[in-house]
């Protein structure tokens, strides 16, 4: 049995709070809207009830937000890519802003078991004056409990529509790219920080952002691993090898930080209160 799900979400700002609607269809929902930082901005977690994917199921997740609205999309957990008897399991996000809206985007990571064969996308359309946070985290296996990744393919698609795109697959029998000083160099969690505008960024607030970066990821114990960079005019984008997902999403978690307060003024850190469960 296959499971296919949609989830449809649309933040709009209605007397100053962030409202989010959304419709479903399949095991696919969020959780109630909070509003840990004031009413400007809406926190919402996203829940997949079967817990994984295997071959032939497909979720799909669309999410719009209006002129002026900030929403915070996060899950509870890793989305679990597990083995598949042949068909291709796939999580597709489409992302939509209006006008001046803000999303941040950060789902814990997807977990690719060994046999997996799996496609995650993220396709991110932006009006000139919105802007977009997002991660992505990818763990290769189970290293800590000695189940690598020998078998098995990932694919992923990351996109500013009609303007940048990454996309790259990974094989399990690739030994050169996993092993490879020019790859992986035997390291199995992958993690990328994206910070996206609708135009492009302004020289000044580029470098702060970049330099802002820098600092935290040089001082950190994956320092010799991350790259900061900004491979397009409307991107910019931290890079992180890693052996294990916890030093990555932590190296991410404090750059994120920083960020908000140096791009959007957000100078109180107010994580989603699911990543202290």
Not at 78 to 95: D, H, K, M, N, V
Not at 170 to 175: F, L, N
Not at 200 to 217: D, G, S, T, Y
Request: charged share 20%; proline share 5%.
């Amino acid at each position: 049995m296959t499971w296919h799900a949609q989830l449809q979400l649309e933040y709009q700002l209605e007397n100053q709070k962030t409202v989010c609607r959304h419709v479903h269809t399949g095991p696919l929902r969020i959780l109630q809207s909070l509003y840990p930082e004031g009413d400007a901005v809406c926190h919402n977690v996203l829940v997949h009830p079967p817990g994984g994917l295997v071959g032939g199921d497909t979720l799909l997740i669309d999410a719009r937000v209006a002129s002026g609205a900030h929403g915070l999309i996060t899950t509870p957990g890793a989305t679990r890519f597990y083995r598949s008897e042949g068909g291709t399991a796939l999580q597709s996000t489409t992302i939509k802003l209006g006008d001046g809206a803000r999303l941040e985007w950060l789902p814990l990571e997807a977990l690719c078991y060994s046999g997996c064969m799996a496609e995650n996308r993220l396709v991110m359309d932006l009006a000139a004056s919105s802007e977009c946070m997002s991660w992505d985290v990818t763990a290769l296996g189970l290293p800590s409990a000695n189940l690598p990744f020998d078998q098995g393919e990932f694919l992923q698609h990351i996109e500013l529509k009609n303007k940048w795109l990454e996309r790259g697959r990974i094989a399990a029998k690739d030994t050169l790219l996993l092993n490879s000083p020019l790859g992986l160099a035997g390291h199995r969690c992958i993690a990328s920080l994206f910070f996206i505008s609708g135009v492009p960024i302004a020289r000044h607030r580029k470098e702060n952002a970049l330099q802002a970066a820098r600092a935290v990821a040089f001082s950190h114990s994956l320092a010799s691993t991350v790259g900061v960079t900004s491979p397009h005019p409307q991107v910019i984008v931290v890079r992180v090898l890693s052996p294990l997902v916890e030093s990555a999403m932590g190296l991410l978690r404090a750059i994120r930080q920083v960020w908000r307060s140096e791009l959007w003024d957000l100078k109180n850190e107010h994580p989603p209160r699911i990543w202290s469960t």
